[in-house]
């Protein structure tokens, strides 16, 4: 039977009255870790409450959520704390700034400048504490344990080793340039794309690409045209090589129309030679079931 559990505050001197509190018992505390090449995840089950997670996506730092089965916290804000353990004397606790809890089932994302110094903290020992007052329920505590913490935050690296270099919203839209003037991928354009290419082979439901070629405008129209064609069918080419198949690839060119700056010197010139590269979901059609005909029995005869 789940239990809340209340602890005297003079436990820690600053706080003389009682609070609620929320921890699991320390014979209970386990950390779970779970995730895949988009986002990795450290978690510990709060007994009574919800749980306490770090959650780090691809191509971000990692973030400190608090996850509860109701509202018994109410809206506002609060303290995050590394709070240094009660059968620690002589250790004070760190105050990491303000969070605010809001409605739902995730009260609060950290800061990552704040996840960061909580995991240093559970290596030293340290609890992380979120502190809430409430006119209505008083003070409140949800506590973590660093019980079992080392094992678990060396499953949770491995985990994040594996992660994609960026999450999708980083690498939905890239501009792949062509400084030189010409129509060949230099290496920073392969990197880019290759970024990108791996995205897709990682996350099917990533299935198309809309390319769309510039230029600038030295030269004339119809050349600056062809030109922008050209560097829009080489990353066309890269993606084709390397396994993605043209019915997933949308190509346009554009010319000199739509700079991203104006074309009075060199430096602005360079930034208009480019494709700009999208990854889209889009949505297989449904496959229709085959009309069966209707035989006449009359015709049979």
């Not at 791996?198 to 600038?216: C, F, Q, R």
Request: contains cysteine; charged residues 20%; proline residues 5%.
């Amino acid at each position: 039977m789940r239990q809340r559990y209340f602890i005297l505050l003079s436990l820690f001197a600053s706080f003389p009255c009682l609070a609620l509190t929320f921890q699991t018992r320390l014979e209970n505390v386990e950390w779970k870790v779970e995730g895949d090449k988009f986002e990795c995840r450290l978690i510990q089950p709060i007994t009574d409450f919800g749980s306490g997670v770090f959650v780090r996506r691809a191509g971000e730092q990692a973030v400190f959520r608090l996850n509860a089965y109701n509202s018994v916290l109410g809206e506002g804000s609060a303290t995050l704390l590394a709070a240094a353990a009660p059968w620690q004397p002589g250790r004070g606790d760190i105050d990491l700034g303000a969070v605010w809890i809001g409605r739902g089932n995730v009260l609060f994302n950290s800061s990552q400048a704040q996840a960061g110094r909580l995991f240093r903290g559970l290596l030293e020992g340290r609890s992380p504490l979120v502190r809430h007052y409430s006119p209505t329920s008083g003070l409140s505590e949800v506590r973590l344990l660093p019980v079992k913490f080392r094992q678990a935050y060396g499953d949770y690296e491995a985990c994040t080793a594996k992660l994609l270099p960026k999450n999708f919203e980083q690498v939905r839209q890239s501009q792949v340039g062509f400084p030189g003037g010409g129509i060949e991928l230099d290496v920073n354009a392969k990197v880019n794309l290759h970024v990108m290419l791996e995205y897709m082979k990682a996350d099917p439901t990533v299935n198309h690409i809309l390319l769309e070629g510039y230029s600038d405008n030295v030269g004339n129209r119809l050349t600056n045209r062809e030109l922008s064609r050209r560097r829009a069918l080489a990353v066309m080419n890269y993606f084709k090589e390397n396994g993605i198949q043209e019915s997933q690839i949308t190509m346009r060119f554009h010319g000199e129309q739509y700079p991203l700056a104006p074309n009075n010197n060199a430096a602005n010139r360079a930034k208009n030679r480019r494709v700009s590269v999208r990854l889209e979901r889009v949505p297989e059609p449904e496959k229709t079931a085959p009309s069966v005909g209707v035989v006449n029995p009359a015709t049979l005869s």
